[in-house]
């Protein structure tokens, strides 16, 4: 009998709840008591990181003699686990009518947890379809998300929260893409970039064509001064999106040496869904 109840209140949380999140977002930089209670039953405990989207890297990352790019990281996690479920649809791009993204590429679910997630939201898959998800992402020129999200368990109504991993394909349609400058800080900050990551900008090559001004940073780290592009690096989130939509090539996704090693310990961090 409880499969109905489960399915009922996901479905009521997709038709009311998601059509509030501006109004919730907002007040969490009104009230320092109203935000800590969104911050408890929304976001307790997140850890999500942004993986830049891979035709947006200038260079591969070399490591013990192999090459690999940054959603081979997503794809080293998909490999480790059992449980897979992909979404049937994009909720934001669906939700939004979104045209320049597709709207069948929704999330990945990892993890235990992600067995009870209902038929309605997402079906199982296999390693080998959740792989050739990442890639149709990669193609369409999404940026990924990884982490555990608890305003998902929250909105599915599936528990525990630390058996789930999601994997987000983001573009400027994505609810968080959207919400996230209504945010306090406070909540914001639980959305890392990956370490290593730096986004540059080439003055030489920057024709002002202002595309990379047209809500495509969900941070807004990107601005016009003095009558030349520039980037906020303190809250650049290096998601890749701005190098997707330059054509001349004056925004570059690099990575630092040191980001081996830091992707390899985060994503050790991230597995440990597997043992539970």
């Not at 934001?92 to 679910?109: E, K, L, V």
């Not at 992402?137 to 982490?147: K, R, T």
């Not at 925004?251 to 985060?266: G, K, L, P, Q, S």
Request: aromatic letters at 6%.
């Amino acid at each position: 009998m409880r499969r109905p109840r489960f399915v009922d209140l996901s479905r009521f949380t997709l038709k009311y709840i998601f059509n509030w999140r501006f109004r919730i977002a907002e007040f969490t930089k009104k009230s320092e008591l109203y935000k800590k209670a969104v911050e408890k039953f929304l976001f307790e405990d997140d850890e999500i990181i942004v993986i830049p989207n891979t035709i947006s890297v200038n260079k591969k990352i070399e490591s013990e003699g192999s090459e690999f790019l940054p959603t081979e990281i997503i794809k080293e996690v998909i490999k480790r686990c059992d449980d897979i479920v992909i979404m049937n649809s994009c909720l934001c791009r669906t939700s939004n009518n979104c045209q320049d993204y597709p709207q069948d590429i929704g999330c990945i679910f990892l993890g235990p947890t992600s067995k009870r997630i209902p038929e309605h939201i997402g079906k199982k898959a296999s390693v080998e379809e959740a792989l050739e998800q990442v890639d149709r992402a990669d193609e369409a020129g999404l940026s990924h998300i990884i982490g555990r999200n608890k305003i998902d368990t929250v909105w599915m109504n599936v528990r525990p929260g630390k058996g789930l991993l999601t994997i987000c394909h983001c573009c400027p349609c994505c609810c968080l893409w959207k919400v996230y400058p209504n945010l306090d800080d406070d909540i914001t900050d639980k959305l890392e970039r990956l370490d290593g990551v730096t986004v540059s900008l080439s003055e030489e090559n920057c024709r002002m064509c202002k595309k990379c001004l047209d809500e495509v940073c969900m941070f807004n780290a990107i601005g016009l001064k003095d009558n030349k592009i520039t980037i906020d690096h303190d809250t650049c989130r290096g998601c890749g999106l701005c190098a997707n939509t330059c054509k001349f090539g004056a925004i570059n996704i690099d990575y630092t040496e040191e980001a081996v090693d830091n992707i390899v310990n985060r994503l050790e961090d991230l597995i440990e869904i597997k043992e539970l």
